[in-house]
């Protein structure tokens, strides 16, 4: 039972640790960050952010009737099927909840290196997944940006398209 019980409680501060630094990830790429800011670029780094080649993302969601937003396990409920959802493609996705919001940077290997092609639009391989998301949610997605620090110029585009969205048209 003892053994049974520490080994619980490590798993739940585990737990925890993980969940504060996917937070502060989060953050800080929606807030932008100075590049000189080494805290800043030390995190980013460790979990494959500053990698050359990249594209970037921004799925913003909330519910059709936008006051259940307001109820935190809906709010989870939708941050989990959108996960669900970008988790079926070969994706990097970091989700989390702000203004009640389901937000989620996305990104992805842009090109293998200098001399191939570029992929398609990371933007255009989200899509038909996150139609699959259900009938109850409104999503924008934003153009591609090469670099993290245009994250929080892409975020805006996924508001601007999440304002776009309706009933008939879920995914913009």
């Given amino acids: 039972y003892t053994a049974t019980s520490t080994y619980v409680e490590h798993t739940r501060m585990l737990a925890e640790a993980e969940s504060d630094r996917r937070a502060e990830l989060l953050t800080m790429l929606l807030q932008g960050?100075?590049?000189?800011?080494?805290?800043?670029?030390?995190?980013?780094?460790?979990?494959?952010?500053?990698?050359?080649?990249?594209?970037?993302?921004?799925?913003?969601?909330?519910?059709?009737?936008?006051?259940?937003?307001?109820?935190?396990?809906?709010?989870?409920?939708?941050?989990?099927?959108?996960?669900?959802?970008?988790?079926?493609?070969?994706?990097?996705?970091?989700?989390g909840i702000r203004d009640n919001h389901v937000i989620a940077v996305v990104s992805a290997t842009r090109r293998l290196s200098g001399w191939t092609a570029p992929q398609s639009l990371l933007a255009d391989r989200l899509m038909s997944p996150l139609r699959l998301v259900g009938p109850a949610a409104l999503i924008g997605v934003s153009n591609d940006v090469p670099a993290t620090s245009h994250i929080p110029r892409a975020a805006a585009e996924a508001r601007v398209a999440l304002d776009?969205?309706?009933?008939?048209?879920?995914v913009k």
């Fill in 164 to 170: 776009l969205a309706s009933v008939a048209d879920r």
């Fill in 33 to 95: 960050y100075d590049e000189s800011d080494t805290h800043a670029a030390q995190l980013l780094r460790k979990a494959g952010y500053l990698e050359q080649r990249q594209s970037y993302c921004v799925v913003m969601a909330r519910s059709v009737n936008a006051e259940e937003m307001l109820s935190a396990a809906r709010a989870q409920r939708m941050a989990d099927a959108v996960s669900a959802a970008l988790a079926r493609t070969n994706v990097r996705v970091l989700t």
